[in-house]
């Protein structure tokens, strides 16, 4: 079966660009989170989406929005890029308690 | 607030021998807990889990034991294989509360010497 899959795997922006990133959760799950990942730090929570309503928010300002689609697909995204919003972004479905984890988009801000 | 903490950043371990790290949380409406490994320009794969109404939970060379009373948690790793080789979060969540927002510890990097 095919796992947590996000795309593009790379990108380059500039400070105030836009950026979509994207993610299709593993066949069967519902529910779809987003996560920053800073070098040296764990993850930190964005946002939970489960069955396109949003279930969670964490402690990120109003240029991060994400939304789910009816194939439980997913969105997230940025506008007003800052150098600070450079990151590993990371998806993760569920089923249940547990979250499987997508490979991940490196987004850099120049 | 560091609500979940890895405070050894890093351990090695020989090959063959027992890795033991190490996980203490603040939250205590935290109730289901997890390891990740993660690999270099990989996602974090998911190891182990265990609720709160249990104390331990096995799955093959893996262990993570829970004491709710210390708020800590430690993954055992026996034996230890150069494949190990990874960083490794522990994570927490409070489902009761905040449904599946995981947070994540700052990860210990394990390495296993042949």
């Known amino acids: 079966d095919a796992g947590v899959t996000q795309s593009p795997t790379h990108l380059i922006k500039t400070r105030g660009q836009q950026v979509t990133l994207r993610c299709s959760p593993i066949?069967?799950?519902?529910?779809v989170s987003w996560y920053q990942q800073v070098l040296g730090q764990g993850p930190q929570f964005i946002f939970q989406?489960?069955?396109?309503?949003?279930?969670g928010r964490g402690n990120f300002p109003d240029r991060f929005s994400a939304r789910q689609f009816p194939n439980y697909s997913s969105e997230l995204n940025v506008n007003a890029l800052l150098l600070g919003d450079s990151a590993l972004y990371l998806c993760?479905?569920?089923?249940?308690?547990?979250?499987?984890f997508g490979p991940g988009t490196r987004l850099l801000v120049l | 607030d560091q609500q979940v903490k890895q405070n050894s950043p890093s351990l090695s371990v020989q090959e063959g021998r027992i890795s033991i790290l190490n996980c203490d949380y603040t939250?205590?409406?935290?109730?289901?807990f997890l390891w990740y490994k993660k690999y270099p320009a990989e996602g974090p794969t998911f190891l182990i889990s265990?609720?709160?109404?249990?104390d331990k939970n096995e799955d093959g060379r893996f262990t993570v034991f829970l004491n709710k009373s210390a708020k800590h948690l430690s993954l055992h790793i026996v034996p230890s294989q150069p494949g190990d080789s990874a960083v490794y979060f522990c994570a927490a969540s409070a489902e009761k509360s905040s449904g599946d927002k995981l947070t994540f510890g700052t990860g210990t990097r394990l390495a296993v010497r042949p």
């Open positions: 066949s069967g799950h519902k529910s």
């Open positions: 993760a479905s569920s089923w249940t308690e547990t979250q499987y």
């Open positions: 989406y489960y069955e396109k309503e949003e279930r």
């Open positions: 265990i609720s709160s109404i249990k």
């Open positions: 939250n205590s409406m935290f109730d289901y």
